[in-house]
C-alpha cells in the first residue's frame, strides 16, 4: 500500500532507502518539490512531497530479481523488435 510522506528540507530522498530500516525497503514514487510558501504567519521552507511503501527486507530480495528479469526482457525485447525492423517510436507507452 503506497501512503504520502513529506520531508522538512529541500533534499530529495532516495528513490530505493535499504538503510535506514534493519526491517524494511522504502520504496518511493512521485516526487513532487514544494516551494517555500507561508501558511498564515508560519514559514514552510521548500521540501519534497512523495508517495512510499514499506517492503520487509526478505521480500525485496524477490523483488530485486523480478526487476532485474524485467529489465533484462525488454532489452531482449528491443533487440527482437530490432531485428525484426519493428518501429517502436510510434507505439503508446504504458
Known amino acids: 500500500m503506497w501512503y504520502e510522506c513529506e520531508n522538512g528540507n529541500s533534499a530529495r530522498p532516495a528513490d530505493v532507502d535499504t538503510t535506514s530500516s534493519q526491517v524494511y525497503v522504502y520504496v518511493r514514487r512521485n516526487f513532487e518539490f514544494i516551494p517555500e510558501h507561508t501558511e498564515g504567519e508560519t514559514v514552510i521552507p521548500g521540501h519534497y512531497r512523495w508517495e512510499e511503501t ?8 524477490i523483488c530485486e530479481q523480478v526487476i532485474a528479469q524485467s529489465d533484462e526482457l525488454d532489452t531482449l525485447t528491443e533487440i527482437l523488435y530490432t531485428m525484426m525492423g519493428v518501429n517502436t517510436d510510434d507505439e503508446p507507452e504504458d
Do not use: R
Not at 514499506?54 to 530480495?61: G, L, M, R, S
Open 54 to 61: 514499506k517492503i520487509p527486507k526478505d521480500a525485496w530480495t
